[in-house]
T-cell receptor, first 113, second 110 residues
Framework: ETGVTQTPRHLVMGMTNKKSLKCEQH?????MYWYKQSAKKPLELMFVYNFKEQTENNSVPSRFSPECPNSSHLFLHLHTLQPEDSALYLC????????????FGPGTRLTVL | RKEVEQDPGPFNVPEGATVAFNCTYSNSASQSFFWYRQDCRKEPKLLMS???SGNEDGRFTAQLNRASQYISLLIRDSKLSDSATYLC???????????FGTGTRLLVSP
């Protein structure tokens, strides 16, 4: 629908696991974003990539590691997460970093046991 | 103080009612304003942008008051399908970053 897909849609992992979230956009955009949405909190911007280069890291713990191999794909590698990291992780894209309209993927609902 | 503040609600209204949400923002340098809609367990989707002159899209009217730093969304003739969380979003051009409010939940009942 929005041209931004995310996999998996749901993920349950233990604190010692390593997993990766994948995002793909089919809109020809050049900027991609990772957001975290926790219950009763606003969306928190985590990382921004513009033309494959990371332009922003909002003081995100190193247990979250982003990767952007090209303008269409974005990954979020997870390792040694904490239960408080359980949240909805949303990927978004926009034409470029200056564009004000972002299109979101359906999100990955992550539960850390 | 939060950069973007919204009443979390929920606002419970009957079908056909008119409902209005307000949102305040703290950064006077903010340049772009939006309302996004987020259905339960779904992603946010852009509902409408809000410009200085305000704008209308069918049953939805958005207005901006720069002097008081608030944005409003008016929904007329509410439908059951309008039930969702409405996110107020502000973009600070200097930082080119969208800042989201926590959202206002609307429940439209038959």
């Amino acid at each position: 629908e929005t041209g931004v897909t995310q996999t998996p849609r749901h993920l349950v992992m233990g604190m010692t696991n390593k997993k990766s979230l994948k995002c793909e956009q089919h809109l020809g955009h050049n900027a991609m974003y990772w957001y975290k949405q926790s219950a009763k909190k606003p969306l928190e911007l985590m990382f921004v990539y513009n033309f494959k280069e990371q332009t922003e890291n909002n003081s995100v713990p190193s247990r979250f590691s982003p990767e952007c191999p090209n303008s269409s794909h974005l990954f979020l590698h997870l390792h040694t997460l904490q239960p408080e990291d359980s949240a909805l992780y949303l990927c978004a894209s926009s034409q470029d970093r200056a564009a004000d309209t972002q299109y979101f993927g359906p999100g990955t609902r992550l539960t850390v046991l | 103080r939060k950069e973007v503040e919204q009443d979390p609600g929920p606002f419970n209204v009957p079908e056909g009612a008119t409902v209005a949400f307000n949102c305040t923002y703290s950064n006077s340098a903010s340049q772009s304003f939006f309302w996004y809609r987020q259905d339960c367990r779904k992603e946010p989707k852009l509902l409408m942008s809000v410009y200085s002159s305000g704008n209308e899209d069918g049953r939805f009217t958005a207005q901006l008051n720069r002097a008081s730093q608030y944005i409003s969304l008016l929904i007329r003739d509410s439908k059951l399908s309008d039930s969702a969380t409405y996110l107020c979003v502000v973009m600070n051009t200097g930082f080119q970053k969208l800042v989201f409010g926590t959202g206002t939940r609307l429940l439209v009942s038959p």
